[in-house]
């Protein structure tokens, strides 16, 4: 794979769009979203793992808040395990982590007392928010620079690439 400064033929539109421009009217190539979706990881990566060393945590546990706070619903371990892909010594250890850390609190089904519902704490969120605070004013400046049909565009570009996601990981 060539590097992000090299160009070649098959490289036009990646090295117009690098710098802003277009690429044409057929829009960016693969190649550039490429780029720019390795770039927005691995900076993702990067406060993902500060986040972590910061509260004595591991990346996975992070991830595991992560899905905590961006459930529909009250999420339960077995959905959790399911989510991550580990097995379920795994997710107690890492529930464990974060309910000694403060992340998170457990919770007994009212219901039916055998299921527990993994909730965001107070703490944890406290936490999480000042650590990811340069990110959602980073996000907002970014914003700034599109109109309300370009973000639109953009949400539906990553709502279907998390989708497109979802299918590569049930092939596993």
């Known amino acids: ?47 993902v793992h500060a986040f972590a060393a910061t509260q004595g945590l591991h990346a996975t546990d992070v991830q ?9 619903a009250p999420l339960t371990p077995g959905r959790l395990r399911e989510h991550l892909g580990l097995t379920s010594g795994a997710v107690t250890a890492c529930l464990d982590r974060l309910e000694r850390a403060g992340h998170i ?5 009212s219901k039916d007392r055998r ?3 993994l909730h965001y704490a107070a703490h944890g969120r406290s936490a999480a928010r000042a650590h990811f605070l340069p990110l959602a004013e980073a996000t907002a400046r970014a914003r700034e620079g599109f109109s309300g ?24």
Request: glycine share 10%; aromatic share 2%; charged share 25%.
């Open 115 to 117: 299921v527990v519902h």
């Open 1 to 47: 794979m060539a590097s992000t400064n090299e160009t070649g033929p098959a490289d036009t539109a990646t090295a117009s769009t690098r710098s802003g421009g277009t690429a044409g009217a057929a829009g960016p190539g693969l190649q550039a979203f490429a780029v720019q979706l390795r770039r927005m990881n691995g900076e993702m990566n990067r406060l």
């Open 149 to 172: 049909d370009e973000l639109a565009v953009v949400l539906r570009f990553l709502n279907a690439m998390n989708e497109e996601l979802d299918r590569l990981s049930d092939r596993g």
């Open 105 to 109: 609190r457990r919770s007994r089904d």
């Open 64 to 72: 595991a808040l992560a899905a905590i706070l961006d459930s529909d």
